[in-house]
Every structure is written in C-alpha cells, then in structure tokens.
C-alpha cells in the first residue's frame, strides 16, 4: 500500500490542472496542508524527444514530497519509455496515467478521457507502464465518456488488474467537461469495487465537504482542484475540520493578500515565463480566481485583466483595503 494511505490515513491530493499546478502553486498549497502532489500533465512524446519546455513540468521541490509525475498518452511501451527516463531524472514518488484529461487536443490523439471508450488499449497502456518502472503508478480517471456510457466501476477494476495502486476519480463525464454537479454515488460505488484506494474528486469546496464525503463513502482520500485556485486554504481548512469537526476563521482579506503577492514573488523568481512583466501578465487568469475569495471580486477582476507588475498589483491591495479596512496602511510600502 502507499505509504500516504497507512496507518488510516486520509490524505488531501492538489488535483492537477495544466496552467496552474506549478512547482511554486504545489509549494504554497503544500504548506497550507496538501498532502500528495501531481504534476500538471506531461506528454510522453515531449519527454522521449527532450523538450526542455515538457521536461520543466516535472521540476518539483523536495519538500513537496510525496509527488507523482503525470503522464499522457496512448502508447504504452512509449509512455513507460518516458516513466523511466522521468524517474532516471527526477525520482518521482509514483507515476500518474492521465486517463481523465476532456480537452480536445489530448482527447483528438487517444490520450486522456478518450481511453474510456476504448478499455483493452486503456488496460494494456496500464499494464505496460506498471510493468515498466521501478515506482508505484497510479491513475485518474473519469466516471465515463458521456452520460449514456458511464463505465467508471468497470475501468477501476480493470485498473486495479493491470497493477495501478490508486485511482482518483473525477466524478463528472468527459462530455460534461466542468459543468454539472460530480455524482458521487458512482464514485462511492467504485471504492466498494477495487480493494486499492480510490481518491474522490468533484465538487470538494469546504472542510465540510471532505468530511461528508469521508463519512459517506469508501474513499481513501480526496482530490481538491478547482477550489484550491481560489482559496488554497482549503487545505487547513479541511484538516480543521476533520479534526475538530468545525470550519476554522477564514483568512481575512490582508492574509490573502499577502498570500497572492507571495504568489507572484514566487513566480517571478521561478522564471517561468520570464521577466517581471510576462510573469504578470501570466498570472493574470491565477488573480481572477484568487478575486473570488475577496470582497468586491468583480471589481478586482477588471482590474487584474491589465496587471503588469508587483507596484501595480501593490497599488490595488492598497485601494482594495483602504475601501473595505478603516484607517488600513498598505503592507507593501515599507
């Protein structure tokens, strides 16, 4: 069993989203009390030809421990021949089968959520990559392709006999993309299926949330994507909860600013995307969602759509408080 899981363990996954579950999102989140982390997905083919761009979603910080690589595609012998060159290069604690990805150019090459629709090539990527590397390999799926062919409990038993030694689910089909409500009763019907964990994922917004779903399901863990962009407490959050079974106070706007510069600090260091200015601009679509835990979001949404630097975010903190905290003096001036 994964060490993550033992001893009753109930660990908090960051989901992982291409464009935001970066080295640097993964690290702050982890302090927030994330437990397992998941690259953004990397193709197979980037990997196996080198592409310093693909192989830059790998990096991940020892401390962000336990960490899983995620893969993409639909060659098996191919896939594991980038398994192993990614552990040969960054020693992953698992290696992660995007069987679960609804975007059209993963789906268009029979990678991602396509698998669902095609179960002896999904068993045999599995099996192949399992049998190929010296790591434990995982898998995340959907709960079907559409809503005439959900096939959920019969893809994590086949998962489970090709060797995968966890399955997180996202209860949504791939035709349903991000809308909808997750249905966790096919979830839950999966976790009585397979003896290996099976990590839920859907519509996990509060510590009340995960709770509900660890009392009224066989899940061994949950996976937490989209909320987390907004509030990355949720993670502290959840914890509380768990352990005292009470939502803890929220963090105040000033908190969440400093948090969101630290953020940008953080990405302007990594050189990502570059300079100061392109980093900004990068980041634009990451404060829209931060925008949505504070007071009068949509008037900060207008105003990130033009951010450019660290001044000119400082600028809106200091206007966005002094509107809403008397007498506040801007943490950023000194």
């Avoid at 893969?71 to 594991?80: H, K, N, V």
């Avoid at 099996?127 to 079907?144: D, F, Q, W, Y």
Wanted: hydrophobic share 40%; with cysteine; aromatic share 8%.
């Amino acid at each position: 069993m994964l060490p993550w899981f033992q001893d009753g363990r109930f660990p908090l996954y960051l989901a992982p989203m291409a464009g935001v579950t970066d080295a640097v999102f993964r690290g702050l989140c982890k302090e927030l009390g994330a437990d397992v982390m998941v690259t953004e997905f990397v193709s197979a083919e980037g990997i196996i030809r080198k592409d310093e761009r693909t192989r830059r979603y790998t990096d991940f910080e020892e401390e962000q421990r336990p960490v899983g690589v995620q893969l993409f595609g639909a060659d098996g012998e191919r896939m594991a021949e980038a398994a192993r060159k990614i552990i040969d290069w960054k020693q992953p604690d698992f290696i992660d089968i995007n069987f679960g990805c609804p975007v059209n150019k993963v789906v268009s090459k029979n990678g991602g959520s396509s698998l669902l629709r095609d179960c002896p090539v999904l068993a045999k990527v599995a099996g192949t990559i399992a049998r190929g590397v010296s790591v434990p390999v995982t898998a995340k799926i959907r709960i079907g392709w559409d809503l005439n062919s959900i096939n959920a409990t019969h893809v994590v038993k086949v998962l489970e006999d090709c060797g995968m030694q966890a399955i997180a689910i996202h209860g949504r089909t791939r035709s349903q993309g991000y809308s909808g409500e997750a249905d966790w009763n096919v979830i839950a019907e999966c976790a009585e299926t397979v003896s290996i964990p099976v990590i839920g994922n859907g519509d996990i917004t509060s510590g009340e949330d995960v709770a509900r779903r660890r009392t009224e399901t066989r899940v061994r863990g949950v996976m937490i994507g989209r909320a987390a962009m907004q509030n990355p407490w949720i993670f502290s959050e959840a914890k509380h909860y768990l352990n005292q079974g009470s939502q803890p106070t929220p963090a105040t706007p000033i908190e969440r600013w400093n948090f969101i510069r630290r953020h940008c600090v953080l990405a302007i260091r990594s050189n990502r995307y570059g300079g100061e200015r392109q980093t900004m601009q990068a980041m634009r679509s990451r404060l829209m969602a931060y925008s949505r835990g504070l007071p009068k979001g949509k008037a900060l949404r207008v105003q990130f759509s033009s951010v450019e630097s660290l001044a000119h975010l400082d600028d809106i903190a200091a206007r966005h408080l002094a509107d809403i905290v008397a007498g506040f003096a801007s943490p950023f001036s000194a």
